[in-house]
């Protein structure tokens, strides 16, 4: 342990939140991260949801290199070359539709605020409709359309902001025969409400296609098809936060592609990178040209970087080399089977959901009452990390408690069977204990 270091972290750092490690990291590959000491751990949240080709990539790190030969960054009015290959090999292979035309940040924070700008601008209008338990970034735009958490303390959020109550078919808000039928019913009344309260100056609907902080919900396909057509009832554009979603992590090229459903806007940032800050917002020419003629601005000092445009060729060439979509859907399953194996077995695991390598599960006391089981998730997650395995969980009164398990596409059938093993012997340890300290 550097201790040292250590103690310098209490006194230089600012505490920004989330769940910090009590140790110190220092490097990572693959599916593994080490800490100072040089302790290994399995990396089943893809560092923050982002390295799907495994952390410090051959590929990420030659592409820096080139990068370096030739340029890191220029004056944002230069285009470099790198950067429309990049948007060729978007529009080319991976976006939906008419989707083609791309602008190139650095996170997903921002993204968001270009797709709200450029919705705003084109719609004339400024109403956002957005969902419970979504996450779609911290800066000001971003953070007034995210409801998961962090909205207290910071004061007046962007107005003309509404909610539709997210479709979560263990935990329904209204609830209908089927999971569709509760996930559109809770849709007609948000848009009920939305229309009495609008101004009728609509600008988006913003949707993950998988809500993954509010707990990796998949909404029902029929839902995701209401939301394009109660856009374009509105006069609004529909936007896909793609964060997490887009270049393989669900088993499919993206969200869009898996719904069936083209939005007229699509952030990408996560996975797009691999681990370094990119992201990019692309639209359709038509919307892109009406931009142009009003003048649309998203000039910041790293749009447009070369560097961060040749890790994203890499990123991409990889994923369509190794072909790691498919290989999300084949190491998506086996992993599910190994937790619906687990599911089986114990009767705290209320609900096991998600698509691809994007899994949530759902903790709770009993099956019956479903009441979640906040201790428990944490003490089995610190019992993991310790066990040297890392793994998310979401804790929210009112979402439940839920690990988010997504480990780098690479993943190999060696380490989802290390790691689940881990994952019960901590949850067994856990309930000992739990029923150790009530029995005394
Ligand atoms: N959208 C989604 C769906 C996300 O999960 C996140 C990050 N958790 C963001 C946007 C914000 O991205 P960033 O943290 O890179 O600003």
Not at 318 to 325: A, E, F, M, P, T
Not at 333 to 347: A, I, P, T, V
Request: with cysteine.
């Amino acid at each position: 342990m550097n201790q040292s270091l250590l103690d310098a972290s209490k006194e230089y750092l600012v505490r920004y939140g989330g769940d910090v490690f009590p140790a110190l990291f220092t490097s990572a590959s693959g599916t593994i991260v080490r800490d100072s000491d040089g302790r290994e751990y399995l990396d089943f949240t893809s560092g923050q949801m982002c390295a799907t080709i495994g952390h410090n990539h051959p590929a990420i790190v030659q592409a820096v290199n080139r990068a370096g030969k030739k340029a890191f960054h220029f004056f944002s009015g230069m285009i470099p070359e790198v950067v429309v290959e990049l948007a060729q090999t978007l529009a080319r292979e991976w976006l939906p539709g008419e989707i083609k035309r791309s602008v190139f940040v650095n996170t997903g924070s921002e993204a968001t605020e270009v797709a709200l700008r450029m919705a705003k601008m084109y719609t004339g209008g400024y109403e956002i409709l957005a969902l419970g338990g979504s996450w779609h970034g911290i800066t000001a735009g971003a953070s007034s359309v995210s409801m998961a958490s962090d909205r207290k303390g910071y004061g007046v959020p962007i107005p003309g902001v509404f909610i539709i109550p997210e479709p979560n078919s263990y935990r329904p808000y209204i609830s209908g025969a089927s999971e569709e039928e509760a996930a559109l019913a809770n849709l007609e009344l948000a848009l009920k409400m939305f229309d009495m309260q609008s101004t009728g100056r609509g600008a988006a609907i913003i949707v993950e296609p998988v809500i993954s902080a509010g707990g990796v919900l998949v909404p029902p396909k029929s839902f995701m098809h209401a939301l394009r057509r109660a856009a374009n009832d509105r006069g609004m554009l529909l936007i896909f936060d793609e964060a997490q979603t887009a270049f393989g992590r669900i088993g499919a090229r993206t969200g869009s592609e898996y719904f069936d459903v083209v939005p007229d806007i699509m952030t990408m940032s996560k996975t797009l990178g691999g681990g370094l800050p990119l992201a990019a917002v692309s639209t359709t020419a038509e919307i892109e040209d009406d931009l142009f003629a009003k003048k649309f601005a998203f000039y910041t000092s790293h749009v447009s970087d070369p560097l961060m445009a040749e890790v994203g060729l890499a990123v991409l060439d990889v994923i369509r080399k190794q072909d790691l979509v498919a290989r999300a859907i084949e190491m998506g399953g086996y992993l599910r089977s190994r937790l619906d194996d687990l599911g089986q077995r114990y009767e705290v695991i209320g609900d096991i959901r998600g698509l691809g390598l994007l899994l949530g599960v759902e903790l709770v006391t009993d099956r019956a009452s479903r009441t979640p089981a906040h201790h428990l998730g944490a003490m089995t997650s610190q019992k993991c990390f310790e066990n040297g395995l890392s793994m998310n969980i979401r804790r929210r009164p009112e979402r439940g408690s839920v690990w988010r398990i997504a480990p780098p596409l690479t993943v190999s059938r060696g380490e989802i069977d290390q790691a689940v093993d881990i994952l019960e012997k901590a949850l067994r340890s856990s309930l000992d204990e739990i029923a150790a300290s009530r029995a005394s």
